[in-house]
């Protein structure tokens, strides 16, 4: 009688589904995606739930390869930059408190120019690229969203399903700059 089943899982390998599409025009991901706007993006934290491998043929038959990442967002800011083009830590509450005296002994509240959090519905609606790229995959589980990432960035990073991840997108579109664990 064989145990393999019960020494080996291999339900981390398996990558979900992978669908085959047709660009109508050359697919300039830049343009599909809006990563070309410098200085804007979304920091993303939240679960990682599944995935979908996505071949894209365009019109000059150059072949793509992208992964749809599911998350289901626990948390989500605006990316913040400085006038150097420096990143900076996303602003999480609307007001600070601010020392009024020579001592550290009285303070007041001042409006710190707005949070950077965002809600579920402000997060969908910055990943939506205007293109037939938002109807393809179709977020699997609730409060989800959809981050592409190229193939080849990803296909090293080790994410087992049900895993906290943190990502951050470039531009103004769902295309992942970088995700850690």
């Not at 390998?13 to 599909?32: D, E, I, K, Y």
């Not at 038959?61 to 599911?70: E, F, I, S, V």
């Not at 998350?71 to 083009?85: H, I, L, M, P």
């Not at 296909?155 to 103004?172: H, L, P, S, W, Y």
């Amino acid at each position: 009688m064989s145990r393999a089943h019960m020494l080996y899982d291999d339900k981390a390998l398996q990558s979900g589904r992978t669908a085959q599409h047709r660009w109508s025009g050359p697919f300039n991901s830049a343009a599909v995606f809006k990563s070309s706007v410098s200085q804007s993006g979304v920091l993303l934290e939240g679960v990682y739930r599944s995935q979908e491998a996505h071949h894209i043929d365009d019109r000059q038959k150059t072949p793509l390869r992208y992964r749809a990442l599911h998350v289901e967002v626990t948390s989500a800011q605006r990316r913040r930059w400085d006038k150097f083009g420096q990143e900076m830590e996303s602003n999480l509450v609307s007001s600070k408190k601010m020392n009024t005296g020579f001592l550290n002994s009285s303070y007041k509240k001042v409006d710190s120019g707005g949070e950077d959090c965002m809600t579920y519905d402000d997060t969908v609606k910055a990943f939506r690229t205007g293109t037939e790229l938002d109807s393809w995959p179709a977020a699997a589980h609730a409060h989800c969203v959809v981050v592409w990432a190229e193939e080849s960035e990803v296909k090293d990073v080790e994410i087992e399903f049900g895993q906290k991840v943190r990502v951050r997108t470039c531009g103004e579109g769902p295309l992942v700059e970088s995700i850690t664990v």
